[in-house]
């Protein structure tokens, strides 16, 4: 089996499904970070058969927690300190997300006006259901 | 600084302020016959509707108010690419209230969020038309003194018709409505809005046949089935006599029940039923009026 040793401080990031960690990589933007990121994949998990973990070594602040509950609300965010877990973040789905996603509606205003932001609602929390801010096409 | 994007913006309250105020114009129309002295009127329209730009403008110079404005993209600086976001920019510095019809949803929206002055969506391709609802909902209360307390019937195309859906959102807000709901099968109202209907415990049904149904309404709001809409053409030729109003079917429903449509009309109301007494599809388009000219006042702090 596949080693990965402690973070000192950073957070890591548990319990991904298997396979997603890459599409987290990206909608995070870690990749502008100037710092030690492993992205493992597959790993064995009792719970989950598969699983995907992330461990980003820098500040838990510059970590869009929005962006990762929008994405999958189930992750676990351990918040490292001094090699241990300090912390263990709930994840709680946003209410308003910009940017993350894009609005694919050809009669929204978002098609045309190239500049403008895609913002997303979150209009029915329990079916987590998020809809355009302009035109309320469901995101799907 | 308020807008209007949606009917449903303003609570029950203010729009019982507001139906108010647009029943007073209605009968003391002198009293606001300069209101609006020195006030413009931008009527910002992206795509052609010649009838509500009408009533927009109607209701402003009758409040003694001027307008500008363009009726079509063409005639607009859309044609040289400038975006809603500068447009609206602009256009703040020119008038005082704007009233916006475009073809893309959303973007009265992106007008009120960049704007300097109230901003009223009159129409976003097939998403929102509110000063539409707001002109049903005035002429229901106005002819039957109260919304709510009635079973309305709604009539032919419900699966796209975005009259029809914003007028259900509206009225679920309020007591003791009945639902019937009149069309093909493949034109009937979308899931969410029975699922909204069945969450709020409101009473509804489904049915194909206007006939089998008008002789329980109080009011009978009338869409047009449009011919692309079938699948195919035995169907619409075998449907289509179904959602047209003529007197035979109207003998069957009740003295007091009252006929709506959003207008334009195409064939779906014989115009035979224009001389019957339940016919208030023209007296709607002049409350259409009045409303605007209440929610212009309003938005203007003028109320």
Known sequence: MLNVGKIEEGFVLDHIKAGKSLELYEHLQLDKLDCTVAIIKNARSNKMGKKDILKVECDIDRLNLDVLAFIDHSITVNVIKNGEIVEKKALVLPKQITNVIKCHNPRCITSIEQELPHIFYLADPEKEVYRCKYCEEKYK | MRHLMSPLDFTVEELDRLFDLANDIERNPEKYAHACDGRILATCFYEPSTRTRLSFESAMTRLGGQVIGFSDAASSSASKGESVSDTIRIISCYADICAMRHPKEGAPMVAAEKSSIPVINAGDGGHQHPTQTLTDLLTIRSLRGTLGGFTIGLCGDLKFGR?????????????????????PEELRVPDY?????KKKGIPYEEVIRLEDVIADL???????V?????????DYVRLKDFYILDMAKLSLAREDMLVLHPLPRVNEISVEVDADPRAAYFKQAQYGVYVRMALILTLLGLA
């Not at chain 2, 009259?163 to 069309?183: N, Q």
């Not at chain 2, 809005?193 to 209907?197: G, M, Y």
């Not at chain 2, 449009?226 to 035995?234: D, G, I, T």
Request: charged share 30%; net charge neutral.
């Open chain 2, 163 to 183: 009259t029809v859906h914003s007028l259900i959102h509206a009225l679920a807000r309020y007591r003791d409505i009945r639902f019937l709901f009149i069309s």
């Open chain 2, 193 to 197: 809005i029975t699922d909204l209907l």
């Open chain 2, 218 to 224: 109080d009011l009978l709001y009338m869409t047009r």
């Open chain 2, 226 to 234: 449009q011919k692309e809409r079938f699948f195919n053409e035995e």
